[in-house]
């Protein structure tokens, strides 16, 4: 659950720092609610620099398991002889309460969509006890990424530090011979 929050925001910094002036915000470009989704409060939080900073490398740190465990889970559908597009289709339905009769899906793709879910649920598992480790080993609590993670969603000032922070990363790296991308 938190993995998909990351990603967004991970996304979101990565976006940020391709431009050198910060992006205009327009109605449009406000997410669109879940209507199911309780209201979020607004946080108000203190972060050092230093702190941003390990959350960002944690969430970079993250993010590469994440594509992998992305791959892998792309290559159980195939395997199990299934499209990507038509698990999704499934799931997406699944999840909106929809039945198997009124998703037209036959007992045979559902019965693929059922073993590459448990397979895919198990991924899930190793990908959150892999974010409860790099947490660990960074020295943060699941509760204060969480808020760090809130934050950065609400406070563009917050934002923006973190986007800076990423850029001038990416500049370094840059500079650095032999550095690898």
């Not at 900073?53 to 791959?71: K, N, R, Y």
């Not at 290559?75 to 698990?87: A, L, N, P, R, T």
């Not at 950065?152 to 850029?167: G, K, T, V, Y």
């Amino acid at each position: 659950m938190y993995r998909f929050i990351t990603i967004i925001l991970f996304a979101a910094l990565m976006f940020g720092c391709e431009s050198d002036s910060p992006p205009e915000q327009t109605a449009t470009d406000q997410p669109m609610q879940d209507p199911f989704q309780q209201e979020q409060e607004m946080v108000d939080v203190d972060v050092s620099d230093e702190e941003l900073e390990l959350f960002i490398d944690v969430t970079v740190e993250f993010q590469e398991g994440q594509m992998a465990a992305q791959q892998e889970m792309i290559g159980i559908v195939e395997d199990e002889g299934m499209s990507v597009d038509s698990f999704n289709e499934i799931a997406q339905g699944m999840h909106m309460g929809q039945t198997q009769d009124e998703l037209d899906v036959s007992d045979s793709d559902m019965e693929k969509y059922n073993a590459i879910a448990e397979l895919i649920d198990e991924i899930e598992r190793e990908l959150d006890s892999e974010m409860e480790e790099i947490l660990a080993e960074a020295g943060m609590s699941m509760d204060r990424f969480q808020e760090i993670n809130m934050a950065l969603q609400q406070d563009q000032e917050l934002l923006q530090r973190a986007q800076e922070m990423m850029q001038g990363a990416m500049m370094q790296q840059e500079q650095t011979p032999g550095a690898e991308y």
